[in-house]
């Protein structure tokens, strides 16, 4: 798959869309896929690619802005300084992760690769998982008092992050979601759901080349994701504060129902 040639414009434009929605329970990937084919008119299963890439500046951002907790795990995986247990809680998080997203991921590429009369079905399929997510937030729960990290917390959290490979499916939205559910507060859920997302990013990076041996790097791509890391840098603590306090269904939900009705245009 040779990616097309986005110019620098178009690249900066899907990096600001990737840098805000990266902190956003709107699955910052469906976004840089949608805003690609309806604005600049990549194929879907290219702007699959082009987001996971330019999640590469979103990790960036995270590691500059979680660095203490990095350190943490660092001491807890070599010193043996157990702290929150935060290393354990990462591990079987990824690890569930990798074994649900890996399979899916490559069924995602064989569907895409199919052609284009999957374009519709699949636009709109990412419409409705977005009005699943909006519900998600409709029915969060109080924030709890549990800030305890177990292995099992860790496995529940990274199978919800797992699914969330499907576009349309809000990373974000899934894990807060489901670490709300096991009564820890607002706050730590916000932050795990940003850290739990760091080794996973990484492993996003390292198997996106197996996908096709044509996949290639450009400068364009490459000052996407470098916007992509500024803006989410200098956003983050803003936006966490809005997740903190703002129920996301009603704009989630016009979100889910304008893509759908987007996707049913591709079919005329």
């Given amino acids: 798959m040779v990616l097309v040639a986005l110019t620098y414009f178009q690249s900066i434009i899907l990096g600001i869309i990737q840098g805000i929605t990266e902190w956003l329970p709107v699955s910052s990937k469906s976004m840089v896929i949608v805003a690609g084919r309806f604005l600049f008119g990549v194929?879907?299963?290219?702007?699959?690619?082009?987001?996971?890439?330019?999640?590469?500046?979103?990790?960036?951002a995270l590691i500059i802005y979680f660095w203490k907790d990095l350190v943490e795990v660092w001491n807890e995986l070599f010193y043996g300084i157990n702290g929150r247990h935060l290393f354990w809680f990462l591990f079987f998080a990824s690890l569930v992760t990798g074994i649900?997203?890996?399979?899916?991921?490559?069924?995602?590429?064989?569907?895409?690769?199919?052609g284009d009369s999957y374009e519709p079905l699949f636009t709109m399929l990412i419409g409705v998982f977005l009005i699943i997510v909006?519900?998600?937030?409709?029915?969060?729960?109080?924030?709890?008092?549990?800030?305890?990290?177990?292995?099992?917390?860790?496995?529940?959290?990274?199978?919800?992050?797992?699914l969330s490979i499907i576009p349309g499916l809000s990373r974000s939205g899934l894990t807060i979601s489901s670490l709300l559910e096991?009564?820890?507060?607002?706050?730590?859920?916000?932050?795990?759901?940003?850290?739990?997302s760091i080794p996973v990013i990484i492993g996003a990076e390292m198997v996106l080349p197996l996908f096709?041996?044509?996949?290639?790097?450009?400068t364009p791509l490459l000052i996407g994701a470098i916007v992509a890391g500024v803006v989410g840098f200098f956003s983050v603590d803003y936006l966490l504060k809005v997740l903190e306090n703002v129920n996301f269904f009603k704009a989630?939900?016009?979100?889910?129902?304008?893509?759908?009705?987007l996707g049913a245009s591709l079919a005329l």
Avoid: C, E, Y
């Fill in 182 to 196: 096991m009564d820890f507060p607002v706050k730590d859920a916000l932050k795990l759901t940003f850290i739990m």
């Fill in 212 to 218: 096709h041996n044509s996949f290639q790097l450009n």
């Fill in 134 to 162: 909006a519900f998600l937030h409709k029915r969060r729960k109080v924030t709890g008092t549990d800030t305890t990290l177990t292995k099992k917390k860790g496995a529940i959290a990274g199978f919800f992050q797992g």
């Fill in 43 to 60: 194929p879907l299963d290219q702007g699959l690619f082009i987001s996971i890439f330019l999640h590469m500046g979103s990790l960036v």
């Fill in 252 to 261: 989630t939900l016009i979100l889910g129902i304008i893509v759908i009705i």
């Fill in 100 to 114: 649900i997203a890996l399979p899916m991921l490559f069924l995602l590429k064989n569907i895409l690769d199919a």
